[in-house]
Structure formats: C-alpha cells, structure tokens
C-alpha cells in the first residue's frame, strides 16, 4: 500500500532558526511528489512539484528537495508569518493525492 | 491562476437534518472535481470523485446513500450530507484538476459541525 508519512508532527522554531520537514514515501511509480501549505480553516495551497531524484525548486524562504525515498522541505530563516502545517502527498494508483498527516510549523517571533 | 470556491464556508444544522455544500471552479471547466475530508489534526482523506455527467466514484468506507454527489455543471459539484449526524462533523475540501498532471487546486474548505 502506498504511503506518504511526515515527520515531525510538529515544530516550533525560533525566527531565524532554519530546520527541515521530512516526507518520506513509499509510493510505486511515482508520478509526482507534492508540497502544500495549508493554514487553520482553509484549504491547502500549492508549493511545489517535484517529479525526478535531485530535483529541487525554492520559493522564497522555503526549498524542496527529492530524493529516491524522501523529500525535505527546508526552511531558511523563518518568519512568525511561515507557521502553518505543511503537507506532502503523492497520486497512487487511481488516488490523485495521498496525503500525509502534515508538520505543524509554529514559528515564534 | 485556476480558483475553487466553496460555499458556504462553515455551517451548523441539527441532526437528522441534511447539508449541502458547493464547489465551483471560477474561471476554467473541470469534468472532475474530488471531496476530502479532514479531521482535526489529521490529513486530508479522499472521499469521492466527482465526475461530470456520470455517477460519483466513492472511496471504500465512504456511505453513497449518505454523501450524495452531483456534478451539475463543468463548473458545479454539490455534496449533500443526509441525515447528519455529530460524527460527521468535520471540515470538507474539494479539488479540481490543474492543466499540470496530478496539480489539484484546492478550495477553501467549509466547516461542518452538526449538534
């Protein structure tokens, strides 16, 4: 069974304080690995795609990565405005996204 | 870029009452649309796939008779709880397909609570 599975659960930085979100997959003939942002009551929001191993892409303070087995999202020098929980998911068989549970992101001025 | 709305975007009803929600893509046709939901502190779980002009495709577990889905239009999917009851509160998402393979764009979400 394909799986996409987050850690930590949770993080709580400092402003400033850059770290990294872990996903890791197991999911046949991947088709495309997903970020998403999604903050309290609302839908997420798309971040990246990334498709191929040593793929990466950046968006502002945030940049992911890919390898064969997981993907990182990194984020540099954070600010209060980037605490939100983070997603990743991948299709799976007729599935258009499995998601994993998400990093909660607390970033505290 | 490509916009889902969703409406409303939280509602209260009693039990035994049924609720209908609405996801509209804006400003492009989507022949597919997709109804999550999402308990608090969990992920999003697929609940059905919406398809225009044929019978929705429901997730194993997920109740036809009591999430009933109808894609009225390119722009239109409604899911209408039946009979709900306190343990269907939760938060519903829908998605539509994006131009890119697999991109979902997602609406806002509406936040259903039954007492």
């Known amino acids: 069974e394909d799986q996409v599975t987050q850690s930590p659960e949770a993080l709580r930085l400092q402003e400033g304080e850059s770290s990294s979100l872990n996903c890791s997959y197991t999911v046949s003939g991947l088709r495309g690995l997903f970020w998403y942002r999604q903050d309290p009551g609302k839908g997420p929001e798309f971040l990246f795609t990334?498709?191929?191993a040593g793929e990466e892409k950046e968006k502002e303070r945030l940049k992911a990565t890919l390898t064969k087995k997981e993907s990182f999202l990194h984020i540099t020098a954070p600010k209060p405005e980037d605490s939100a929980t983070y997603l990743c998911?991948?299709?799976?068989?007729?599935?258009?996204?499995?998601f994993g549970k998400g990093t909660r992101l607390s970033v505290i001025a | 870029g490509a916009v889902v709305s969703q409406h409303p975007s939280w509602v209260i009803c009693k039990s035994g009452t049924s609720v209908k929600i609405e996801c509209r893509s804006l400003d492009f046709q989507a022949t597919t649309m997709f109804w999550y939901r999402q308990f608090p502190k969990q992920s999003l779980m697929l609940m059905a796939t919406?398809?225009?002009?044929?019978?929705?495709?429901?997730e194993q577990g997920v109740e036809k008779d009591k999430f009933l889905i109808n894609h009225a239009s390119l722009t239109l999917s409604t899911l209408t709880v039946t009979s709900a009851h306190p343990e269907d509160s939760s938060f519903y998402i829908c998605?539509?397909?994006?131009?890119?393979?697999?991109?979902?764009?997602f609406g806002p979400g509406t936040r259903l609570t039954v007492t």
């Open positions: 990334l498709y191929s």
């Open positions: 919406s398809n225009e002009g044929s019978k929705a495709t429901y």
């Open positions: 998605s539509a397909p994006g131009p890119q393979d697999y991109e979902q764009y």
């Open positions: 998911a991948a299709p799976s068989g007729n599935t258009p996204l499995v």
